[in-house]
């Protein structure tokens, strides 16, 4: 919510700076986002008087300005205004000052051939407004040649992050009032006194949706003049970020924003028979302010007459009967609209409005009054006309409760005393009531305070969390107990691991768009959301690979050579019982070039399924998976190229991992080019280690006996995972063989057609005594016979 200085200042007495005003709304909980003085980036500027207007001798729309600043030397200037004329004062830009519309900065040019020596400037390119079409013209006596900025006044806007539970906020009185309650000045009285109507009001008001609109109080006024606001009035709310349209229009704005109560003028010549609060019907559609058409729905609450649909209540008013330059009788509407069917009714059309805003967080049900009087009186100062008296229907919800407070509550929830004096000018300062037994009855625009807590938090943030002390908690002797829990601990082991192997880690949304949700589904159901904060981030990833394959397109269209990302984070699924189920994931994306190109590599490479495998083995070890045990096998997706990919499996059932190049499909939906490996570690199924016997470790001791190594070249089926043909291997003999790898693979002379050569070296070693031919037969001949299984054969 934005603000100016001069506004706040209107409702509260007080000669604190912005800068104090900054710091305290920030100690009170209303965070400020930015504060900004517009005239400190006008300093360049200067007020200057056009002498002479000639015709530009090259161009039809240009002319030739001589500019004077009151210095006696006046400036040659092109401008393509029409309204520059000869005796207008205006503000000229110098060279070297910025435009703070676009931030150029302006130099001495030839325009056409001609030399110009500034730019008289616009309202909009000063960032003043959204006028344009001609340069600003100030007062015929504005001092020459002073500072724009000077001239303008210094005049900061704050721009305050209100937080959801602070409606009494959305209005610059309610920021008053709690500057008031924190020392920073007085809070001014609002200064309306009840305007006396002449003649009852000439429009009936009826109600038939109670429930979404409890109150509605209306009145006509006749006779106005609907011109522009006064230059006051447009100030503020061009401090707010508001475009000031039409004096009718821009006085209910004012309310809204200064008081925090919305409101609508209606042009009575439009409307048609009595005005009703009701449900829309069925097929009914309005176009609203905006200029565009919404089909409403029986549920949603509107404002209409005999004719049909004028307003979306307290959200947004329509089109057709909205104030113009015409408007010469408008009827007030003033309402009290239910925050639940606010919500619910803006959720369903997607419409966002300052009044919808107010009205779902809670508007003062006790200020339709002053409401009204505040906007009919301002009317009538700026527009005329005669009021007629007010029609009142129904009863906003004005049932105020009271707490029983206990003042040592602020020491023991707030931590820290505060005297009972002291709260209560904190609470009645905020307005709340506060009897001889501390019962507190709270205020009409404070919904968010239910209960003792709430008004320990009003007492602690005016009093100042910053003298809250600082305590420690108490702490048990001895050696502290770990306070990260085994599924913390192995997070915070395989990120060190993935970063060590040169991998770097991303941390993408856990929504997705649909699309690239399903895609990656593999037939599961996806979550989506009924509300998302964004349409493109709707569903709940069923895998972490979709953001990391958006991330690696994004760093690779940026010009990334060689992009390596992992994540550790939650994929959502549905349980078996109906139920959502997180799951611990880790994903890897490789793409790019895994070799840069060079005089000893050649040309660059790119990664392969292979790396693919050795980062999947070396991360799930670090998880603790039993990776000797791991069977490589297929089927690892849809989204996976088809022999170039496969899941590593404890048992034929269990994929721990699967790893490989992804699936030309899904790189073209993901927008990716060349080869991209990816791997994805399911970390919810590794089985938990066993518990261990002892307290300690086995200690350590190196075998006494030297190592003995011997080959074996196995002729086996070209089909046949070298893999498999390992494990079988080492499990030959167990008490003997320590280790086993894979050293070539031949295919070729001398090797029959759908055969192949896998040699492998065995590493033996020796226990309490060294090996003798014989035992070395005897464990070569099981690892012939374990190789067999796998149909292989020693290779002569």
């Known amino acids: 919510m934005k603000f100016s200085l001069s506004w706040l200042k209107a409702l509260l007495d007080t000669q604190a700076s912005a800068t104090e005003i900054a710091e305290k709304l920030t100690a009170l909980g209303l965070e400020i986002e930015s504060v900004t003085d517009t005239s400190a980036a006008l300093g360049s500027f200067r007020v200057a008087r056009v002498l002479t207007a000639e015709k530009h001798p090259q161009a039809d729309k240009l002319q030739v300005l001589s500019v004077d600043l009151g210095d006696g030397q006046p400036l040659q200037v092109v401008c393509g205004a029409p309204n520059a004329r000869a005796g207008l004062v205006g503000v000229l830009g110098l060279p070297g000052a910025v435009v703070p519309a676009n931030g150029m900065e302006l130099r001495k040019s030839a325009i056409r051939g001609v030399e110009s020596n500034g730019m008289m400037c616009s309202t909009r390119e000063l960032g003043l407004g959204e006028e344009h079409d001609g340069i600003i013209e100030l007062p015929a006596d504005a001092p020459l040649g002073q500072s724009f900025g000077d001239y303008l006044g210094s005049d900061p806007v704050f721009d305050v992050a209100i937080t959801p539970n602070r409606p009494d906020c959305m209005g610059v009185h309610g920021i008053a009032r709690d ?136 959200i947004m008013g329509g089109e057709h009967s909205g104030c113009s330059e015409a408007t010469t009788d408008v009827l007030l509407e003033v309402a009290y609209f239910d925050p639940a069917h606010i919500a619910r009714t803006g959720q369903a059309l997607a419409l966002a409005s300052d009044a919808r805003g107010r009205f779902e967080r809670g508007v003062d049900p006790a200020f339709l009054d002053t409401g009204m009087d505040l906007l009919t009186q301002l009317i009538l100062e700026i527009c005329g006309g005669t009021a007629s008296e007010v029609v009142r229907v129904g009863a906003a919800p004005l049932d105020r409760k009271t707490i029983p407070y206990d003042p040592t509550l602020a020491g023991q929830l707030g931590g820290v005393a505060v005297a009972q004096s002291e709260q209560k000018r904190i609470l009645s300062a905020l307005g709340f009531a506060v009897d001889e037994d501390w019962g507190v009855t709270v205020p009409t625009w404070r919904p968010d305070v239910a209960g003792p807590a709430d008004l320990v938090e009003e007492v602690i943030r005016v009093h100042g969390l910053d003298a809250v002390p600082s305590t420690p908690l108490p702490r048990a002797d001895g050696v502290a107990r770990p306070t990260a829990t085994p599924v913390q601990l192995l997070e915070r082991r395989l990120r060190r691991a993935a970063a060590a192997r040169g991998n770097h880690e991303a941390v993408t949304w856990s929504f997705l768009p649909e699309a690239q949700a399903a895609h990656f589904a593999d037939g599961q159901f996806v979550w989506t959301l009924a509300n998302p904060i964004s349409e493109d981030l709707k569903a709940m990833r069923p895998s972490l690979l979709p953001g990391l394959l958006a991330a690696a397109r994004r760093n690779l269209d940026r010009g990334a050579s060689s992009v390596r990302l992992f994540e550790i984070g939650r994929r959502y699924l549905r349980a078996d019982s109906g139920a959502s189920d997180e799951r611990l994931s880790l994903a890897v994306v490789l793409a790019g070039e895994r070799v840069a190109r060079g005089w000893a590599s050649g040309k660059a490479q790119a990664f392969t399924a292979y790396d693919a495998k050795a980062e999947a083995l070396a991360l799930l070890g670090e998880a603790g998976a039993p990776v000797d045990n791991l069977q490589v096998m297929g089927e690892a997706g849809a989204q996976f190229h088809p022999g170039q990919s496969a899941t590593l499996r404890l048992g034929p059932k269990q994929v721990l991992a699967r790893f490989g190049m992804i699936h030309p499909a899904t790189a073209k939906a993901f927008g990716l080019e060349g080869p991209v490996a990816v791997i994805e570690l399911f970390l919810d199924r590794i089985p938990a280690k066993k518990a261990a016997s002892g307290f300690a470790r086995p200690h350590f001791a190196p075998p006494a006996l030297q190592a003995v190594t011997r080959d074996f070249a196995f002729l086996v089926d070209a089909a046949l995972p070298a893999g498999d043909l390992l494990r079988s291997v080492k499990g030959a003999d167990k008490a003997n063989i320590v280790a086993a790898r894979v050293f070539d693979d031949f295919r070729g002379a001398g090797v029959p057609e759908g055969r192949k050569s896998l040699a492998i070296e065995v590493t033996l070693q020796p226990a309490d005594k060294s090996y003798d031919e014989a035992a070395l037969k005897a464990i070569a001949d099981r690892i012939v016979a374990a190789a067999a299984k796998q149909g292989g054969s020693l290779r002569a």
């Open 179 to 314: 500057l008031a309650a924190a020392g920073i000045g007085t809070l001014r009285p609002i200064d309306v006194a009840p305007v006396t109507g002449e003649g009852p009001c000439p429009v009936e008001i009826r109600i038939e949706d109670e429930a979404g609109c409890p109150a509605f109080h209306g009145r006509v006024i006749r006779g106005v003049t609907n011109g522009p606001s006064p230059q006051w009035l447009q100030d503020r709310l061009k401090a707010a970020g508001q475009r000031p349209i039409s004096a009718l229009v821009d006085i209910t704005n004012y309310v809204m924003l200064g008081y925090g109560r919305p409101a609508h003028a209606y042009d009575l010549a439009k409307l048609t028979g009595a005005v009703t609060a009701r449900l829309a019907r069925e097929g009914e559609t309005v176009v609203a302010l905006n200029g565009k058409e919404y089909a409403l729905q029986p549920f949603m609450t509107v404002i209409a007459d005999e004719a049909g649909v004028h307003d979306i209540g307290g």
